[in-house]
C-alpha cells in the first residue's frame, strides 16, 4: 500500500522516428531512337517560310465505358403491366357495352317487325274481301223423328 505522500516509480517512454529509404531507382534501358521527324515549310501569304516539325495528332480518348443501367424494379414493372391491363379492360368495356346497344336495337326492330307483319295479317282477315267465304263446314237443321230407337233425318 502506497501512502500519498511516497514517491512512486514511473516509465518513461520516447517516441523513436523512422527512417525512410528512398526506392531503388529503376535500371535505365537504352531504347533505340525513332525517324528522324518529318519538316514541314509553309510559304505565309507575304513570303515567308516557315519550317516546323509535324505535330502528331494527339490521340482520340478513349470511349467512357457504359455503366451498366440499373435494374427496373419489379414495383415499377407491376404498375407498367397494371396500366396496360386497365387500358384493356376499358377498352374492352366500352366494346361491350357498344355491342349491348346495338344487340338491344336490333331486338327493337326485330320486334317492331313482327308486330307491323303480324297487325297487317290480322288487318286483311278482318277488312279483306268480303265475297264467298265457304270455307268452313255448312250444317242445316232439320227436324228430325226418332222412332224406335231409329234416326230418321
Known sequence: MTR???????????????T??????????????GPPPAVQ????????????????????????P??????VSRTAVNIALG??????VCGGLVLLTSFIAALTAFITQLITLAAV?????????????????DSGTTVNIRKAVIKRSHFHG
Open 66 to 71: 457504359v455503366a451498366p443501367r440499373p435494374a
Open 83 to 88: 396500366g396496360v391491363g386497365f387500358a384493356a
Open 4 to 18: 500519498p505522500n511516497q514517491p512512486t516509480a514511473i516509465e518513461v517512454h520516447h517516441p523513436q522516428p523512422l
Open 117 to 133: 307483319i303480324f297487325g297487317g295479317w290480322i288487318a286483311v282477315q278482318l277488312f279483306g274481301a268480303t265475297g264467298h267465304r
Open 41 to 64: 515549310s509553309i510559304v505565309l501569304p507575304d513570303g515567308r517560310v516557315v519550317t516546323g516539325y509535324t505535330l502528331t495528332p494527339a490521340p482520340a480518348p478513349l470511349p467512357v
Open 20 to 33: 525512410m529509404h528512398p526506392p531503388a531507382a529503376a535500371p535505365l534501358v537504352p531504347v533505340q531512337p
